[in-house]
């Protein structure tokens, strides 16, 4: 049996890496956020930061995983190895730089946690200001790493969809960049998180059959298709993977919209939606970027499919004690959708990638 201690263990929010950033690029940093200097120097010593810090993440196989499962071939790509310890630290940083760029002093964003954790890090790095709206409902002890990079926290009444609104109406008054989901940015974000199809084409020298990622607002998995997208319409790869999603049991709409076979990602009855300390990364009664993401697995053959907070936690242990990886439970989302569909009807000897969003130290 499981003891109380062994589960709040894994349910906190993403572990950000310690140190967060390397001590040798004090410099980079110093260059980058001081605004006396030359705009060139500045984003020259962001880009060597981002180089050094941001993305190329792990792809290693899980030959544990694969013999507990019956599928061979199950490769695991690690995006808690980010600064902040998740993917979002990718759109953070790649936005830091393009509002310096821009001439903006500030941005602006609404998360529940772990986004809002890495657009502050990126701002603070890049001397801009930020602002973050949290659900006034909403605790997470990463709140103190966003004070600690220096972001304003404002509380909104409501939901997470109502401080993205709260967000985007200050960027609009105050002339603040938005770094929130959906909005004008949104195409650098998708482009961003295309990044991963490319390190996995490093890496694997073709696509993989199969790309399956945990989803919320469907942006990564978007992104991740649009790379793989670009890559084989120049010639690169062979074929285009086929596109998984996994999220919390019917609380995404993104995965009710492909379990229903509807044209478009309806949203949820916000009454309805619940969330855990399991789930929470996942749920969301509107996916910003749901429709792109419903595209992406139509297109490719793919299939979405729900994962229940016991088999998250389940996973989560699994990947832990076979495979040596601390994940967020809700990480795994996209790893039991894979293994959920094998189990119905054997894939064929491949190679798949999963896609692991978030670090739990």
């Given at each position: 049996?499981?003891?109380?201690?062994?589960?709040?263990?894994?349910?906190d929010g993403a572990s950000s890496q310690a140190p967060i950033i390397a001590p040798e690029l004090k410099r980079q940093i110093e260059l980058a956020s001081d605004k006396?200097?030359?705009?060139?120097?500045?984003?020259?010593?962001?880009?060597?930061?981002?180089?050094?810090?941001?993305?190329?993440?792990?792809?290693?196989?899980?030959?544990?995983?694969?013999?507990?499962?019956?599928?061979?071939?199950?490769?695991?790509?690690?995006?808690?190895?980010?600064?902040?310890?998740?993917?979002?630290?990718?759109?953070?940083?790649?936005?830091?730089?393009?509002?310096?760029?821009?001439?903006?002093?500030?941005?602006?964003?609404?998360?529940?946690?772990?986004?809002?954790?890495?657009?502050?890090?990126?701002?603070?790095?890049?001397?801009?200001?930020?602002?973050?709206?949290?659900?006034?409902?909403?605790?997470?002890?990463?709140?103190?790493?966003?004070?600690?990079?220096?972001?304003?926290?404002?509380?909104?009444?409501?939901?997470?969809?109502?401080?993205?609104?709260?967000?985007?109406?200050?960027?609009?008054?105050?002339?603040?960049?938005?770094?929130?989901?959906?909005?004008?940015?949104?195409?650098?974000?998708?482009?961003?998180?295309?990044?991963?199809?490319?390190e996995i084409y490093d890496e694997l020298r073709d696509a993989p059959a199969v790309v399956t990622v945990p989803v919320s607002n469907g942006s990564t998995l978007s992104?991740?298709?649009?790379?793989?997208?670009?890559?084989?319409?120049?010639?690169?790869?062979?074929?285009?993977?086929?596109?998984?999603?996994?999220?919390?049991?019917?609380?995404?709409?993104?995965?009710?919209?492909?379990?229903?076979?509807?044209?478009?990602?309806?949203?949820?009855?916000?009454?309805?939606?619940?969330?855990?300390?399991?789930?929470?990364?996942?749920?969301?009664?509107?996916?910003?970027?749901?429709?792109?993401?419903?595209?992406?697995?139509?297109?490719?053959?793919?299939?979405?499919?729900?994962?229940?907070?016991?088999?998250?936690?389940?996973?989560?242990?699994?990947?832990?004690?076979?495979?040596?990886?601390?994940?967020?439970?809700?990480?795994?989302?996209?790893?039991?959708?894979?293994?959920?569909?094998?189990?119905?009807?054997?894939?064929?000897?491949?190679?798949?990638?999963?896609?692991?969003?978030?670090?739990?130290?």
């Amino acid at each position: 049996m499981e003891t109380n201690a062994t589960l709040l263990s894994l349910l906190d929010g993403a572990s950000s890496q310690a140190p967060i950033i390397a001590p040798e690029l004090k410099r980079q940093i110093e260059l980058a956020s001081d605004k006396s200097q030359p705009l060139s120097n500045r984003l020259e010593a962001f880009e060597d930061i981002i180089d050094s810090e941001v993305g190329d993440t792990t792809l290693s196989r899980a030959r544990n995983i694969e013999r507990e499962v019956g599928l061979r071939q199950i490769y695991l790509k690690f995006e808690g190895g980010n600064p902040t310890g998740t993917q979002k630290d990718r759109i953070a940083f790649a936005q830091a730089m393009d509002a310096v760029r821009r001439g903006f002093d500030a941005m602006t964003v609404a998360t529940c946690g772990n986004y809002g954790v890495a657009v502050a890090l990126a701002a603070s790095m890049a001397g801009l200001q930020c602002m973050v709206y949290i659900p006034e409902g909403y605790r997470t002890k990463r709140v103190q790493e966003m004070h600690d990079s220096g972001a304003q926290i404002i509380r909104v009444t409501g939901d997470y969809e109502s401080a993205v609104l709260a967000s985007r109406k200050r960027a609009e008054s105050d002339e603040l960049y938005d770094a929130n989901p959906g909005g004008s940015n949104t195409a650098l974000q998708l482009k961003t998180y295309g990044e991963i199809a490319y390190e996995i084409y490093d890496e694997l020298r073709d696509a993989p059959a199969v790309v399956t990622v945990p989803v919320s607002n469907g942006s990564t998995l978007s992104g991740i298709y649009r790379g793989f997208l670009s890559l084989y319409r120049r010639g690169k790869t062979s074929r285009m993977p086929r596109m998984s999603a996994g999220s919390s049991h019917g609380k995404n709409p993104i995965i009710r919209a492909f379990m229903k076979n509807t044209i478009r990602c309806d949203d949820l009855r916000q009454e309805r939606i619940r969330e855990t300390p399991v789930n929470e990364p996942l749920i969301n009664w509107h996916a910003i970027d749901g429709d792109h993401a419903l595209e992406a697995i139509r297109s490719t053959g793919g299939w979405a499919s729900y994962a229940s907070d016991k088999g998250m936690l389940s996973y989560a242990r699994l990947l832990s004690n076979l495979e040596g990886l601390n994940v967020l439970p809700a990480s795994t989302a996209g790893l039991i959708a894979l293994i959920d569909r094998h189990r119905q009807e054997a894939l064929p000897s491949d190679r798949y990638v999963v896609i692991l969003t978030g670090r739990k130290s």
